[in-house]
């Protein structure tokens, strides 16, 4: 996993500066743009990962995933 992903049309990361929030970029990295303004319930996001259909984050509370590029989560049981 990792703290930035290639979702083919845009570049999804942990934010560098709070790691409980979500960020993107559609310009290859050049500027970044809040996506997740972050939630008590997810806690700190540490790696990221794409399968495809969905957004997988391993964060401070457990496995969350997202299924519309990070904009909300769900916790995974």
Sequence with gaps: ?????NTGKELIRI???QQNKIE???NDGRT???R???SSS???FQDLT???KEILATTSKGLY???NGGRTWGKRS
């Design 1 to 5: 996993m990792a703290q930035i992903i």
């Design 15 to 17: 934010s560098s500066k």
């Design 24 to 26: 993107y970029s559609t």
């Design 32 to 34: 970044w743009v809040l």
């Design 36 to 38: 997740y303004s972050g």
């Design 42 to 44: 997810t806690g700190d």
């Design 50 to 52: 794409d399968n495809g």
């Design 65 to 67: 995933y997202s299924t």
